[in-house]
């Protein structure tokens, strides 16, 4: 009982992921910085970040709204990130296996954060944060069949199991899925899949800061904001080492494979920055084609090339 | 208390107002986020919405219609926030200040704890308003602390 609430709360779970989220989360905005030729915020911002909103600044509460569930739903959507953290990084770096079904779980646990923005706009009161919300609705609608029909290949690329520990045991027996034409297709998806649940630029119609002025979060401040911060940090770490588990091989720490997990989930961090300054914003409608229609037809290829073993 | 303060000059995050202005200083508000000078150097990010705000940048001569705005903008702010006049009408009026809309320079209208002037003021001599503003809460701070 002790053991596991030390793996809740310290390693893997909230505290562990929360400082590597904070530097992923720096690395993010030093690579933008890099490729807008700029010199990019100093090495603990994040932090600053963080704890200037939750030790200094005021939480206001909405006039009109519900202020309870106003003020539960980042506190929920932190709990969905450590949750899904504990169960995705346990059995990925080989402490405890894990139970039979767990990548189902893991993949109902992922939409926690989404839906508590959604909870929380719509507590707001106010006609911005709605919008952000019916756009962050929408966007899940779109990306969510894609999401299970990448972990319906990989449990059939792994031979029907739904348990993240025999998912690994056969990558480690036949060489990671990406490692076939089918993989790529799925990875390729996968990263997609990735920038749209982290709300990253060509998918971030939902809190479009020019646009609607942060949408979803505009009414949160000081507190419950920092937790806002916190939770997106954990899940720009938790989503690439959930890919890295599922398509890459796994994230080993032992001797000379740590380096290798370290390189994995700094590559893919890599790629969603530059696909995240390299685009534009793109709007709802065209975003929920892009899912519904190219995204599912590329997963449903891979399916059908697995099938063929290729 | 030496933390707090500590990360809170660390990470200024900047809202922009602009009032009646002539959008010379807002283009050099915007200049502060190029390349060239990159803000985000210090950690200060333009944000959208007053909420996430803790420094209020206000330019621009500030009339009738202007200061119901300002003033609703101030008072939705989570506090602590700073705000910073920006040109010489943010500061005095410039060559409004005798116009009949006129409704006062910003510091008539909420309290304001720095000035940069100019017509429009350099990029640099708004990094160096803000570098004042951040020297200011330190010394604020230490005279608290004696």
């Not at chain 1, 596991?4 to 505290?15: S, V």
């Not at chain 1, 690395?27 to 909103?53: C, E, H, M, N, S």
């Not at chain 1, 939409?111 to 909870?119: N, R």
């Not at chain 1, 002025?213 to 959930?242: C, K």
Request: charged content about 15%.
């Amino acid at each position: 009982m002790a053991k596991d609430l030390l793996y809740y709360l310290i390693f893997p779970g909230f505290l562990f992921t929360a400082l590597v989220g904070a530097i992923f989360s720096w690395i993010d905005r030093k690579v933008t910085a890099w490729v807008q030729f700029r010199k990019g915020p100093p090495f603990l911002q994040p932090f600053y970040d963080f704890f200037k909103l939750l030790l200094v600044k005021e939480t206001i509460l909405p006039a009109r709204g519900s202020k309870m569930t106003f003020l539960f739903a980042p506190l929920l959507g932190l709990t969905g990130a450590a949750l899904a953290s504990m169960l995705i990084l346990l059995p990925a770096i080989g402490t405890k296996p894990g139970f039979n079904g767990d990548i189902i779980v893991i993949f109902y646990i992922l939409t926690i954060p989404s839906l508590t923005y959604i909870i929380g706009a719509l507590a707001a009161g106010n006609p911005l944060a709605s919008v952000g919300a019916s756009r962050e609705m929408k966007l899940i609608i779109s990306y969510e069949l894609t999401f299970l029909l990448i972990l319906a290949a990989i449990i059939m690329k792994a031979g029907m199991t739904i348990t993240i520990h025999e998912i690994l045991a056969v990558q480690t027996d036949e060489g990671a899925f990406i490692g076939s034409i089918s993989g790529i297709l799925l990875f390729i998806a996968f990263v997609f899949c990735i920038q749209a649940k982290l709300g990253l630029v060509p998918f971030d119609m939902a809190e479009a800061e020019t646009e609607i002025n942060h949408g979803s979060f505009i009414e949160y401040s000081g507190q419950a904001y920092a937790l806002i911060r916190l939770t997106r940090y954990m899940m720009l770490f938790i989503l690439p080492a959930f890919l890295c588990t599922v398509l890459l091989g796994g994230l080993r720490t032992d001797g000379i494979h740590l380096l290798w997990t370290v390189l994995k989930t700094l590559g893919i961090l890599l790629v969603l920055t530059l696909i995240r300054n390299t685009n534009p914003r793109v709007r709802i409608d065209q975003a929920m084609r892009f899912f519904f229609i190219w995204m599912n037809l590329l997963v449903i290829a891979a399916i059908i090339l697995d099938y063929f073993n290729l | 208390m030496g933390f707090k303060d500590y990360c809170f000059r660390k990470s200024l995050w900047v809202f922009h107002f602009g009032g009646a202005s002539c959008n010379n200083c807002d283009i050099e508000i915007l200049d502060c986020l190029t390349p060239r000078y990159d803000i985000e150097r210090f950690g200060m990010v333009l944000v959208g919405s007053i909420r996430h705000a803790d420094v209020l940048l206000v330019n621009g001569s500030i009339n009738q219609k202007d200061k119901i705005r300002l003033l609703e903008l101030y008072s939705q702010a989570p506090k602590p926030i700073l705000v910073v006049a920006i040109g010489a009408c943010g500061c005095t009026g410039g060559i409004f200040a005798e116009g009949n809309t006129f409704a006062g320079p910003v510091d008539k209208i909420i309290p304001v704890d720095a000035y940069v002037p100019g017509c429009p003021p350099k990029p640099e001599a708004i990094i160096g308003g803000i570098v004042r503003l951040i020297e200011k809460t330190k010394k604020a701070t230490r005279d608290e602390a004696t």
